[in-house]
């Protein structure tokens, strides 16, 4: 299964944002099992880079995202993830649509993010971490 982290998940890993690091590693941690592929996008990265900088320093925070980003996939955001955005009527925040668009393209069938209303336009299942791992992780591990 594909699946999709948003920047807030990467966010909560990098800076060890409790309560939420816990669901945030436990599903980066997906990379090492054959049963998901882990994607996120650049702009994630570059977000989640950012907030990582504020916390720890841009030298501790590229150190981060290189480790990070090693694990996971990464996913294009072209001129296709653009123009579907601008061209979505039903989208209002430009960068959530490039995430969606990114993720999309990459055959995602879920997005992870603890912002799950600010996907309301999408067409794929977005849900937040906690419940990611309640329905697809711990329900798999009891088969």
Do not use: W
């Not at 699946?3 to 997906?30: H, Q, W």
């Not at 653009?82 to 430009?94: G, K, P």
């Not at 849900?127 to 309640?134: A, G, V």
Request: hydrophobic content about 45%; glycine content about 2%.
């Amino acid at each position: 299964m594909k699946i999709f982290l948003d920047a807030n998940i990467l966010i909560a890993v990098l800076n060890k944002e409790y309560p939420l690091f816990t669901n945030a590693a436990r599903i980066i941690s997906l990379t090492e099992n054959n049963k998901f592929k882990v994607y996120t996008s650049p702009l994630c990265l570059a977000i989640a880079f950012y907030f990582s900088g504020k916390k720890s320093g841009d030298a501790v925070a590229r150190k981060k995202i290189a480790i990070m980003s090693q694990q996971l996939h990464i996913c294009n955001t072209n001129a296709i993830a653009v123009s579907n955005t601008i061209q979505n009527n039903r989208i209002l925040d430009f960068e959530d649509g490039l995430q969606y668009y990114s993720a999309v393209d990459a055959g995602c069938k879920i997005i992870i993010t603890e912002d799950t209303e600010d996907f309301y336009f999408a067409d794929i299942e977005v849900i937040n971490s906690e419940n990611f791992l309640k329905q697809y992780v711990y329900h798999l591990s009891k088969k």
